[in-house]
């Protein structure tokens, strides 16, 4: 596990960045700052899925990496979230900083508790468009156990991987009822030693719009095409090359039942193919198809306060059959703003 020491540091940089963004930015009005604070309490059917499912949306990390053991232990996780929220205007229009940090405490699986630190900034140009720029950090994530190959022996190691990803979003405005947005993401994954051969850097581009079919209904469609490449297509005598190309499209919806009532609904497929080419590969010929459901009751106790309640379920199938998972998700949590 990542030692306290090492979070922390993590944290302070990125308050530090923080603190450097809001000394710098030429503000032409004054800026304000405001707090977010959030707890949710989740029910998993298989703790070595649960980053994983939890972040395959078109705005997370849709191709983190996981295992699939024969275990499948359930387990409640706790994801306490705090995240500091900078708005101000400059020379181009307005502007809004954040940092944000989220906890993921297993009740059970201890090994698995990990933290996502995450910093974005979104700049307006007019009153139709903006730019996002975001940055997200996890640290020393336990994938599970798994035969290393570097050493020849085949033996028994953690797996772990450390995440960097960046992200920008183009979002306009076409019509009263129709926005478009481009999204780009560049990251860099990196394994323990047993696993450095899987190190990994990735990019992706694609289209999201989305339509207000009525002031009570929205609907976003988006699609995205990444492509991974691995360290181990240089090194054949690994045979484990984790190169990858991948598509995903995504549907979702969001009604507004009452004033202070929202269900939001999404729907998700992924196909992820593998690019090995290296004679002895088990990724050779392989590729993992994933569908996702995912439901939301939302209910805004208040213009600062909201009590949230979800379902998601995700289904994985792959040409390897030992590589196929279910995981269910039941979540409840609460947001409050100060």
Do not use: C
């Amino acid at each position: 596990m990542m030692p306290t020491t090492s979070r922390w540091s993590a944290v302070g940089r990125l308050i530090t960045l923080v603190l450097v963004l809001d000394a710098i930015l030429p503000p032409m009005a004054r800026a304000e700052w405001s707090l977010n604070a959030g707890q949710k309490v989740s029910y998993t059917t298989d703790a070595f899925q649960f980053s994983a499912s939890r972040r395959l949306a078109l705005s997370e990390d849709p191709t983190q990496p996981t295992i699939v053991p024969l275990e499948k232990p359930q387990d409640v996780v706790w994801e306490p979230m705090v995240e500091a929220v900078r708005t101000s205007s400059n020379r181009w229009g307005a502007n809004e900083l954040s940092m944000k940090a989220v906890g993921f405490i297993f009740t059970d699986k201890p090994i698995f508790n990990h933290g996502e630190y995450r910093i974005q900034g979104r700049q307006w140009l007019n009153d139709s468009t903006s730019l996002l720029f975001r940055y997200r950090y996890v640290p020393n994530l336990f994938l599970g156990p798994n035969f290393e190959r570097r050493s020849g022996q085949r033996a028994i190691q953690e797996e772990r991987v450390t995440s960097h990803r960046w992200r920008m979003e183009v979002e306009h405005r076409l019509t009263e009822r129709w926005t478009a947005t481009l999204i780009g993401r560049f990251g860099l994954r990196f394994y323990n030693d047993a696993f450095a051969e899987r190190d990994t850097h990735f990019y992706a581009a694609g289209p999201q719009v989305s339509y207000r079919a009525a002031s009570w209904a929205t609907v976003a469609l988006g699609y995205l095409y990444e492509r991974g490449l691995a360290e181990g297509r240089d090194e054949p005598q690994f045979q484990d090359d984790v190169s990858y190309v991948l598509h995903l499209l995504s549907a979702g919806v969001e009604f507004r039942l009452l004033p202070k009532l929202t269900l939001s609904l999404m729907y998700l497929h992924l196909r992820k193919d593998f690019t090995s080419g290296i004679a002895g590969d088990p990724h050779v010929g392989r590729f993992d198809q994933t569908h996702q459901g995912w439901a939301e009751l939302r209910y805004h106790l208040s213009s600062r306060a909201a009590l949230t309640a979800s379902f998601q379920r995700t289904q994985r199938t792959s040409t390897n059959i030992d590589r196929d998972f279910q995981d269910s998700i039941f979540s409840i949590g609460g947001l409050y703003q100060f």
